[in-house]
């Protein structure tokens, strides 16, 4: 079973050099306090990175810090913002869909998806699986038949431990060519800035991870993607990159991104974040924007994301159990 966002449109900045008026974001209204954070629940360089770095260029018009607060891979921030920060009117945190499998995992400890405000989702990433440029691996295929006949020699970096959404795609992967999915050496990281780190270390052999995160680092040409997790082939640096379906496996893996804020923050501040990000996701400037962070179109926001969110989750638990990770 597989969770397929429908495609979106989303999030993000101007002031620009250059740019018309026209293209220019929306002026955040004369009421809102002159600073905001966006909260990284992670590393820098992953997915989360972007999500903020996103959200930041997207309110250029005034000031946003960005704060990192890895651990339990989004696990403390998220902690961090229910009971000790739950009314703070200016303080966003990214999450992805990884969030949304940790939640349905119960990695968030008895919290639900009803305990925090969700704001807007801002564009879709897709999964995808690299080596390094230099690696034997040539294609998918080769990299899975390896695995399956040497497991103990592949380590895996991943964003999270077992049960993560990056393990849970080699799972599903592994799966249809035979291979336990305890049998995989996965080794752990605090997001994908990471897992590329080591990669080029050459401490792990292959990464699961994230096309926007790939994007980054293929422009250096220091790895190689072997298939992107997608229903077609994605345009951008990973043009020439086979899905997983072409190769024979039949999975996909889009990640919703997005900002998140504290359960106790008032309707009214709430909303001017909601109407603000509407406004900056039908600008040129977030568009280009978005595509330049490796994002595809997808906008939601207010209730319409917060019931989509809670669907989401739901079938996030329902893939989590086909592996064990739920009972």
């Known amino acids: 079973m597989h969770i397929r966002p429908t495609h979106l449109s989303f999030l993000l900045s101007s002031l620009l050099a250059g740019l018309p008026a026209s293209a220019a974001l ?7 306090p002159e600073m905001a954070m966006c909260i990284v629940p992670a590393k820098p360089g992953g997915g989360m990175d972007l999500t903020c770095k996103l959200a930041q260029q997207a309110t250029a018009t005034q000031a946003m810090q960005i704060s990192y607060l890895p651990g339990g891979v989004g696990a403390i921030a998220w902690t961090t913002i229910i009971s000790q920060r739950k009314a703070e009117a200016n303080t966003l945190v990214a999450y992805s869909g990884g969030s949304l499998l940790n939640l349905a995992e119960g990695k968030f400890g008895k919290s639900d998806a009803s305990h925090v405000r969700w704001v807007a989702a801002i564009g879709t990433d897709y999964g995808m699986i690299a080596v390094r440029k230099d690696s034997p691996y040539k294609n998918l295929r080769e990299l899975m038949e390896a695995i399956k006949s040497r497991p103990a020699n592949i380590a895996i970096g991943a964003g999270g431990t077992v049960g993560s959404q990056d393990w849970l795609k080699m799972a599903q992967i592994g799966k249809q060519i035979g291979i336990d999915s305890k049998s995989m050496r996965l080794v752990a990281f605090e997001g994908g800035g990471e897992s590329f780190t080591a990669l080029l270390a050459d401490h792990v052999q292959a990464v699961s991870g994230d096309a926007s995160e790939a994007s980054l680092h293929a422009r250096d040409d220091k790895i190689r993607v072997l298939a992107v997790l997608s229903d077609a082939r994605l345009p951008g640096p990973l043009a020439n990159v086979p899905t997983a379906r072409e190769q024979g496996f ?34 040129p400037a977030f568009e280009d924007q978005r595509k330049i962070h490796g994002l595809f179109p997808f906008a939601m926001t207010g209730k319409e994301l917060t019931d989509y969110i809670q669907k989401a989750v739901n079938n996030y638990r329902l893939q989590a159990k086909e592996f064990g990770m739920v009972r």
């Not at 929306?26 to 809102?32: G, L, R, T």
């Not at 889009?254 to 804020?261: E, H």
């Open 250 to 283: 039949d999975v996909t893996w889009p990640i919703i991104r997005g900002v998140y804020m504290g359960p106790q923050v008032s309707d009214k501040d709430y909303q001017k974040w909601v109407t603000y990000f509407q406004q900056a996701m039908n600008t």
């Open 26 to 32: 929306p002026v955040m209204p004369a009421d809102k």
